[in-house]
């Protein structure tokens, strides 16, 4: 998310001038340039636009228009005094159709010290959420932090399905109280049991995961072996799991010293070889290890969870998923799902995680933490029509393999 800090040189520049100080930061996000004048009418201020790489296409054009939309909006609140439902640093957030769909509402851009009137300020995770929380403290109003939902979409770059909605903190912190934990410690209700075991048997039977498209790997994979998930550097949901380097290297020497005679398949992030992360591991070493087998290729993680006799993990949603496959999972770091009684954990839970069942967490974090959005009729919907989406677009996408 593309936020405005609130250092004391960009500070004092919006003190000077904020309209134009606003405008500038917009040009900047969106790739355009604006002429600007000293003025404090955002009408005169934008008194021409050029585009100077306009070879970029329509798309750039249209996302600086976008932008310049959302400084519009937020000139127009402060200049009126309006009363907007949520405002955010973030000029991403604030032009995001999901976001907009999953609160009911467009957030409306907001610099640190620019005048506006909010019911709440929202922020996406720790990154844009830092500087929105700090916000919602000197104005005096309650903050909402946003994260993709845990099945996200069928593409990794497609709009989001599901959203997370967090007035307590966020999942992946564990350092603090979420709404999440508190959903998970919440007990069933009615036909709720029945209502996750079914979702839980859809879930495995189209063989979901946070992403869906591609295939399942389908290369050979020994008869007995325990399943090593790595992740890339500086993942957020590292650090805040109370995790570190270190513990990746733990969780695969575990891995060896528990499981003698059993094979080690390491499943590296594909972000490694697709989009140039680093990770964890050193493949080339892991390679030349006896009985250790490295899947580096981007491939659905179903088969290599399902044919798992045990797996580990740090923080990565795969060993949720894991647990939604009944599988045995030992945690390094503390993720949402670690910490009560349903993982073997390296670190010692909080105390405000008890234990509780696997229904009751996957309750909490498939129907009742994320909203979920239709994308053919952009209205809020059920997790069952989510699934039913994907199904079809798994089912479409098989064909064509």
Same mark, same amino acid.
């Given at each position: 998310?593309?936020?405005?800090?609130?250092?004391?040189?960009?500070?004092?520049?919006?003190?000077?001038?904020?309209?134009?100080?606003?405008?500038?930061?917009?040009?900047?996000?969106?790739?355009?340039?604006?002429?600007?004048?000293?003025?404090?009418?955002?009408?005169?201020?934008?008194?021409?636009?050029?585009?100077?790489?306009?070879?970029?296409?329509?798309?750039?054009?249209?996302?600086?228009?976008?932008?310049?939309?959302?400084?519009?909006?937020?000139?127009?609140?402060?200049?009126?005094?309006?009363?907007?439902?949520?405002?955010?640093?973030?000029?991403?957030?604030?032009?995001?159709?999901?976001?907009?769909?999953?609160?009911?509402?467009?957030?409306?851009?907001?610099?640190?010290?620019?005048?506006?009137?909010?019911?709440?300020?929202?922020?996406?995770?720790?990154?844009?959420?830092?500087?929105?929380?700090?916000?919602?403290?000197?104005?005096?109003?309650?903050?909402?932090?946003?994260?993709?939902?845990?099945?996200?979409?069928? #593409?990794?770059?497609?709009?989001?399905?599901? =959203?997370?909605? !967090?007035?307590?903190?966020? *999942?992946?912190? &564990?350092? %603090?109280? +979420?709404?999440?934990?508190?959903?998970?410690?919440?007990?069933?209700?009615?036909?709720?049991?029945?209502?996750?075991?079914?979702?839980?048997?859809?879930?495995?039977?189209?063989?979901?995961?946070?992403?869906?498209?591609?295939?399942?790997?389908?290369?050979?994979?020994?008869? #007995?072996?325990?399943?090593?998930?790595?992740? =890339?550097?500086? !993942?957020?949901?590292?650090? *805040?799991?109370? &995790?570190? %380097?270190? +513990?990746?290297?733990?969780?695969?020497?575990?891995?060896?010293?528990?499981?003698?005679?059993?094979?080690?398949?390491?499943?590296?992030?594909?972000?490694?070889?697709?989009?140039?992360?680093?990770?964890?591991?050193?493949?080339?070493?892991?390679?030349?290890?006896?009985?250790?087998?490295?899947?580096?290729?981007?491939?659905?993680?179903?088969?290599?969870?399902?044919?798992?006799?045990?797996?580990?993990?740090?923080? +990565?949603?795969?060993?949720?998923?894991?647990?939604?496959?009944?599988?045995?999972?030992?945690?390094?770091?503390?993720?949402?799902?670690?910490?009560?009684?349903?993982?073997?954990?390296?670190?010692?839970?909080?105390?405000?995680?008890?234990?509780?069942?696997?229904?009751?967490?996957?309750?909490?974090?498939?129907?009742?933490?994320?909203?979920?959005?239709?994308?053919?009729?952009?209205?809020?919907?059920?997790?069952?029509?989510?699934?039913?989406?994907?199904?079809?677009?798994?089912?479409?996408?098989?064909?064509?393999?």
């Amino acid at each position: 998310m593309v936020e405005v800090g609130d250092e004391p040189d960009r500070v004092a520049d919006y003190a000077a001038n904020p309209f134009g100080f606003a405008i500038r930061a917009a040009s900047e996000a969106a790739g355009i340039v604006l002429l600007t004048t000293a003025r404090s009418d955002y009408a005169a201020d934008a008194t021409a636009i050029s585009y100077p790489g306009a070879m970029f296409g329509i798309k750039s054009v249209c996302g600086g228009l976008r932008v310049l939309s959302a400084i519009l909006d937020s000139f127009h609140a402060s200049l009126h005094r309006e009363e907007v439902a949520y405002a955010s640093p973030s000029l991403e957030l604030c032009q995001d159709r999901t976001v907009e769909r999953a609160l009911g509402a467009k957030p409306v851009f907001c610099l640190p010290f620019q005048p506006m009137v909010c019911r709440s300020m929202v922020g996406w995770g720790r990154k844009s959420g830092h500087l929105a929380a700090r916000m919602a403290r000197r104005r005096g109003t309650p903050v909402l932090l946003m994260e993709d939902g845990f099945m996200r979409s069928f #593409r990794r770059n497609d709009p989001s399905l599901s =959203v997370v909605l !967090d007035d307590l903190g966020i *999942y992946y912190d &564990a350092h %603090g109280p +979420s709404r999440l934990e508190g959903l998970i410690a919440t007990p069933l209700e009615g036909n709720e049991a029945a209502r996750i075991e079914g979702i839980l048997t859809r879930w495995r039977d189209a063989r979901l995961s946070k992403y869906n498209d591609g295939r399942e790997f389908d290369g050979p994979l020994p008869d #007995r072996y325990v399943l090593v998930i790595d992740q =890339v550097r500086h !993942d957020a949901s590292i650090g *805040y799991g109370m &995790a570190d %380097g270190a +513990s990746f290297q733990r969780m695969f020497a575990a891995a060896r010293a528990e499981n003698p005679g059993l094979d080690i398949v390491v499943k590296m992030h594909p972000d490694v070889f697709t989009r140039s992360r680093a990770g964890h591991f050193d493949v080339e070493q892991l390679r030349q290890m006896p009985n250790v087998h490295v899947i580096a290729e981007g491939c659905l993680p179903s088969r290599l969870i399902e044919k798992a006799i045990r797996v580990y993990a740090v923080t +990565s949603q795969m060993g949720f998923e894991a647990l939604i496959w009944g599988k045995p999972v030992r945690c390094f770091g503390m993720p949402f799902y670690a910490g009560w009684g349903l993982t073997d954990d390296f670190l010692k839970a909080p105390e405000r995680r008890q234990t509780v069942s696997f229904l009751q967490l996957a309750m909490a974090a498939l129907v009742r933490y994320p909203r979920y959005i239709d994308l053919e009729t952009g209205a809020i919907c059920e997790i069952e029509r989510a699934i039913d989406y994907l199904t079809e677009l798994k089912q479409k996408a098989l064909i064509q393999y």
